[in-house]
């Protein structure tokens, strides 16, 4: 260590594009509680929250002898290009949060270290071990390069007394001061014991869940939350403990503490009608509901532990006792598809939501969405600025990438529509209607602006070009032939081998099947003379492949006989599971140009055949 570590900057790094949240700047507690910890231990500490103010990293003044950055995944390229701005310093620089602590050898190409899960207690003994020099294989948590080789030191118990952690000081925050202190966050408890599939909570928290004291919480509310204009209480599950809660806000009420404020919560709270009373009356303005999906196969899938019918039920009570209520739903699982994305807006709107979300299932690192699909090769971008719940990352099963994206933005488009926000306004609700108006201006910019959609778009075209180059030019294709021996050599459903010829019917094809031919002839030479008998019956001959046929396009290549003529009009193309609809859409768009056609088609033939793919 080239100077002793006296100095220590805290960045959390901006959103890399704006949100619904933008204008309301909640600092995440992280860095402002580490930075609070280094403070009390001695040293010189500065926080900067980019949503709050970015300076100019140039001329700062404060030159640090330590950066600290604090990443989610969808701001880790904005923290990777400050880190190697201070590195190129001669500045060590440590990474912590969610996304570095699931992939910390990806961080450790940025950093000099990485703290994985919590840091209350390892960043501390980190910069001690700079400081004294004393080893770095005992710090639990840490994530380090030890030469050419990463180390990477196990987890440690996490913080059992959340007491016993310094109240948060906002002072540290660079341009704290001109806000005016209006919005601020209080963490009350740690950990959750459910197992949201998209989820990472239980990874960084555990499972089980730690609380503060009443008396604890009440004193960071007399230290800021009474001159705070909001404060948001920032636990993944503020209601977990019901009792404790009532506790908390009687104790608000008793103390005559004057805090509007509001909170995550689940479906679940809005059972306990005395609960909801005393958050009504001791302050709290809003809740924030995970409702996720109005598809009940959706939720099991989820693991979210709630009915269609609760949700509806829920956001009833939470009104009636004059809770706001912003609901958040996520849309792309395997059971959803366009349909569910269009009656959740209908639903929206009969339960009378104040403000939502809705949001795309983003396959963030260390959760088992992220796991299945990585392992499944149907993560499109690893572009993690673009992992913000707002644009679509992966392969979906019902949608193309791009109308997954569509569908999303339409339906906001839906809700925070103009006659809805008129509709706000003649209700004297002025907040309300500020705020659809922002959301409004959102989504027209995430379509009508952002350059993602279009590249989704040109990514499904770019495959239908491909695969019209074996399409018979300038003839239409009115017949399709099929041999009768790929069904055998694949390994075809009946159902969806019966699909995908009504599928194509319906497209307006007539399918020319060529018969099997007698036992005892090899599959590939049969059929091949398949294949030879077709091209005088059928424009085009497609061979549906079923994924895991090992080798098999190499075969049919290798297939003896073949002119060139006739490899122009043979369209191999792989279907599976997960994305069987993606390749029918593929499909469908070499014989007609409409996409919301195709998909009509697609999910009509569903209906007609009754297969479940």
Request: overall charge neutral.
């Given at each position: 260590m080239s100077r002793p570590i006296q100095r220590v900057l805290f960045i959390e790094p901006r959103a890399p594009r704006p949100h619904i949240f933008s204008r309301v700047v909640i600092p995440r507690l992280g860095a402002v509680l580490l930075g609070t910890i280094l403070r009390n231990q001695g040293l010189d500490v500065k926080v900067i929250?980019?949503?709050?103010?970015?300076?100019?990293?140039?001329?700062?003044?404060?030159?640090?002898?330590?950066?600290?950055?604090?990443?989610?995944?969808?701001?880790?390229?904005?923290?990777?290009?400050?880190?190697?701005?201070?590195?190129?310093?001669?500045?060590?620089?440590?990474?912590?949060?969610?996304?570095?602590?699931?992939?910390?050898?990806?961080?450790?190409?940025?950093?000099?270290?990485?703290?994985?899960?919590?840091?209350?207690?390892?960043?501390?003994?980190?910069?001690?071990?700079?400081?004294?020099?004393?080893?770095?294989?005992?710090?639990?948590?840490?994530?380090?390069?030890?030469?050419?080789?990463?180390?990477?030191?196990?987890?440690?118990?996490?913080?059992?007394d959340l007491d016993a952690l310094?109240?948060?000081?906002?002072?540290?925050?660079?341009?704290?001061?001109?806000?005016?202190?209006?919005?601020?966050s209080i963490a009350t408890s740690r950990g959750c014991p459910y197992n949201c599939s998209f989820c990472s909570v239980i990874l960084l928290f555990g499972r089980q869940y730690r609380y503060n004291s009443v008396d604890r919480v009440l004193e960071e509310l007399r230290t800021h939350g009474t001159r705070a204009a909001h404060v948001f209480f920032c636990d993944d599950n503020f209601t977990a403990r019901p009792e404790r809660i009532k506790e908390l806000c009687d104790r608000i009420l008793r103390e005559g503490l004057k805090v509007e404020w509001s909170a995550q919560v689940r479906v679940e709270a809005a059972q306990d009608e005395e609960l909801l009373r005393l958050m009504a009356?001791?302050?709290?303005?809003?809740?924030?509901?995970?409702?996720?999906?109005?598809?009940?196969?959706?939720?099991?899938?989820?693991?979210?532990?709630?009915?269609?019918?609760?949700?509806?039920q829920a956001v009833h009570t939470f009104h009636r006792h004059g809770i706001r209520v912003h609901g958040m739903f996520v849309f792309g699982a395997e059971e959803d598809d366009f349909q569910v994305i269009r009656d959740t807006v209908s639903f929206s709107r009969e339960v009378r939501l104040d403000s939502l979300q809705y949001l795309i299932l983003t396959p963030v690192p260390g959760t088992r969405v992220f796991q299945e699909l990585d392992q499944a090769g149907r993560i499109i971008s690893r572009d993690w600025s673009l992992y913000d719940g707002h644009h679509a990352v992966f392969q979906p099963r019902h949608f193309t990438p791009y109308e997954l994206q569509y569908e999303t933005v339409r339906a906001l488009r839906r809700f925070y529509s103009w006659p809805a926000i008129a509709g706000r306004l003649l209700k004297g609700d002025l907040l309300g209607a500020q705020v659809w108006t922002y959301a409004r201006l959102l989504t027209r910019h995430a379509w009508k602006r952002a350059s993602y959609p279009t590249q989704l778009r040109e990514m499904l075209l770019a495959r239908v070009r491909q695969l019209r180059q074996w399409l018979p030019s300038p003839r239409k294709v009115t017949k399709v032939g099929i041999p009768a021996d790929i069904w055998s050599l694949s390994t075809w459903d009946q159902q969806a081998r019966k699909f995908l010829v009504r599928f194509l019917e319906r497209l307006g094809m007539e399918v020319v099947q060529e018969a099997a031919e007698e036992a005892g002839t090899g599959p590939?030479?049969?059929?091949?003379?398949?294949?030879?008998?077709?091209?005088?019956?059928?424009?085009?001959?497609?061979?549906?492949?079923?994924?895991?046929?090992?080798?098999?396009?190499?075969?049919?290549?290798?297939?003896?006989?073949l002119t060139q003529e006739?490899?122009?009009?043979?369209?191999?193309?792989?279907?599976?599971?997960?994305?069987?609809?993606?390749?029918?859409?593929?499909?469908?768009?070499?014989?007609?140009?409409?996409?919301?056609?195709?998909?009509?088609?697609?999910?009509?033939?569903?209906?007609?055949?009754g297969a479940v793919l």
């Open positions: 929250v980019e949503e709050i103010e970015q300076p100019d990293y140039r001329r700062l003044d404060f030159q640090p002898d330590l950066v600290a950055i604090s990443t989610i995944t969808s701001t880790a390229p904005r923290a990777y290009e400050l880190a190697r701005f201070y590195r190129r310093q001669g500045i060590p620089v440590v990474l912590g949060g969610a996304h570095p602590s699931f992939l910390p050898e990806e961080g450790l190409e940025e950093a000099d270290y990485v703290i994985c899960g919590e840091g209350d207690e390892a960043l501390p003994e980190l910069v001690r071990a700079l400081n004294e020099g004393g080893g770095l294989g005992s710090i639990g948590n840490l994530a380090y390069r030890d030469g050419e080789a990463v180390r990477l030191n196990p987890w440690r118990p996490f913080v059992a310094p109240i948060p000081n906002y002072g540290l925050i660079h341009g704290w001061e001109k806000t005016g202190h209006r919005y601020l009356k001791s302050g709290c303005f809003i809740v924030f509901v995970g409702l996720e999906s109005i598809n009940p196969a959706t939720l099991k899938a989820y693991n979210k532990k709630q009915t269609v019918a609760g949700i509806r590939v030479q049969a059929l091949q003379r398949q294949i030879a008998r077709l091209q005088g019956k059928a424009d085009l001959v497609l061979l549906p492949l079923w994924a895991g046929l090992e080798g098999a396009h190499q075969r049919l290549k290798e297939l003896q006989g006739t490899t122009g009009r043979l369209l191999t193309l792989e279907f599976q599971p997960a994305t069987f609809y993606n390749a029918c859409m593929e499909l469908g768009l070499c014989f007609q140009k409409r996409l919301d056609r195709i998909r009509r088609i697609y999910f009509q033939t569903l209906a007609e055949v």
